[in-house]
């Protein structure tokens, strides 16, 4: 049984609210698993896929928290 674990960013909105809609995320839904099932033979029935939306504050990119990693980007 695989599981695919899409995460992104909530960069952009309010607290609570979502950045991806419900039609993105069951696109994004039925994309992974059609993958799965072109390039592995899984069933559609047996893959799991969660989506999880981040508070950027929780990301980390280049060894920083991401808003610290592109304040120093954009001094360069």
């Known amino acids: 049984m695989p599981i695919v674990n899409i995460k992104v960013t909530r ?7 979502s950045v991806v809609t419900a039609e993105q995320k069951a696109a994004l839904i039925k994309g992974a ?9 899984k ?6 896929v969660v989506i999880d939306e981040v508070e950027l504050e929780n990301w980390g990119w280049g060894g ?10 954009q001094a360069k």
């Not at 960069?11 to 609210?17: R, V």
């Not at 069933?43 to 799991?48: A, G, Q």
């Not at 920083?64 to 980007?73: N, S």
């Open 11 to 17: 960069e952009g909105s309010s607290p609570g609210q």
């Open 33 to 41: 698993s059609q993958l799965l099932l072109d390039v592995l033979n």
């Open 43 to 48: 069933p559609l029935e047996s893959t799991f």
């Open 64 to 73: 920083l928290p991401v808003p610290e990693y592109r304040k120093q980007l």
